[in-house]
């Protein structure tokens, strides 16, 4: 009975002929693949198997030289070394009494003897001398005399300033200040949360108006910013490094946003400081 099957995606009439003949092609296929020849000839030069680059002939002459120059070197230096040994030393067998003898009649060791004493204690007097003049030398710089110079130059600057300069203030980067429209509201009061915290709102609260102000006769740096509810206003003071803050509650906020028509900058002229407290001057909203 013939075995008709399917091999891969072909209809063949005998399977096991088909892969018989399929194995055969893949043996003269690995067969072609192992016999193929490179287009390329990757052989290494015949140059590369020449003696004179593979062996520094040059450098090794070199190097043998060397040698031979150290080992005649050594040579001498033992030569002079045993020729010393083999010397008698003339105090090897004399008596004691002749060895101090011959100490006392050789004379001194060296003739300038009290002379380098001298100069060594010259040196010791100067090293003390210095040493007492670096103790007793005053400091050239005083930190009270620039931390005074430092504000002589503050008051210079603000001086010659158009306007108030407020150093050591942190940038924090915020949005442009821009006028935002509060949810309209049929009542103050109704429907509302009374005085609250930016945090009742669950928004986070916005710059509404950044700008310089002076209050009284100080400059003061003020910032508005509000939740769409209450409105938080800053006065920070660069002289003093200090800010005062002020809660104003929703109901107070709307009244203000609706006299002044929305314009933040009127609401700051109404500002002003009172038992360093910082309020608002307006009958209808004061300092909450």
């Known amino acids: 009975m013939a075995d008709r099957g399917r091999v891969g995606s072909l209809q063949v009439g005998s ?11 893949h043996d003269l296929h690995r067969a072609a693949v192992e016999g193929i020849k490179p287009a390329i000839d990757r052989a290494p030069p015949v140059a590369h198997q020449l003696e004179h680059l593979r062996h520094n002939l040059k450098k090794e002459r070199l190097l043998e030289d060397r040698y031979m120059e150290i080992d005649r070197e050594n040579k001498v230096l033992l030569g002079k070394m045993s020729e010393i040994m083999r010397q008698p030393s003339v105090f ?16 001194p060791v060296t003739l300038n003897r009290n002379g380098r004493k001298q100069e060594l204690t010259r040196i010791t007097l100067e090293n003390q001398r210095l040493l007492k003049a670096i103790q007793k030398a005053q400091p050239v710089y005083s930190a009270k005399k620039w931390e005074s110079d430092h504000q002589k130059s503050e008051a210079l600057l603000r001086n010659c300033s158009s306007y108030p300069v407020i150093t050591r203030l942190p940038r924090v980067r915020s949005e442009a200040s821009v006028l935002r429209q509060i949810p309209p509201c049929a009542e103050d009061g109704a429907g509302g949360a009374g005085p609250s915290s930016p ?7 916005k710059f509404v108006l950044k700008e310089g102000k002076t209050i009284g006769q100080v400059y003061y740096l003020i910032e508005m910013a509000t939740d769409g509810r209450v409105l938080n206003v800053s006065a920070f003071n660069g002289e003093t490094q200090s800010s005062l803050e002020l809660v104003v509650s929703e109901k107070k906020h709307r009244r203000l946003y609706r006299e002044t028509d929305g314009d933040y900058s009127k609401i700051a002229e109404r500002l002003r400081i009172e038992n360093d407290r910082l309020m608002l001057d307006s009958p209808e909203a004061d300092g909450a």
């Open 15 to 25: 399977k096991r002929c088909a892969q018989k003949v399929m194995r055969r092609n």
């Open 92 to 107: 090897a067998n004399a008596p004691r009494s002749e060895k101090l003898s011959a100490k006392s009649s050789s004379g």
């Open 199 to 205: 945090s009742g709102s669950g928004q986070d609260p």
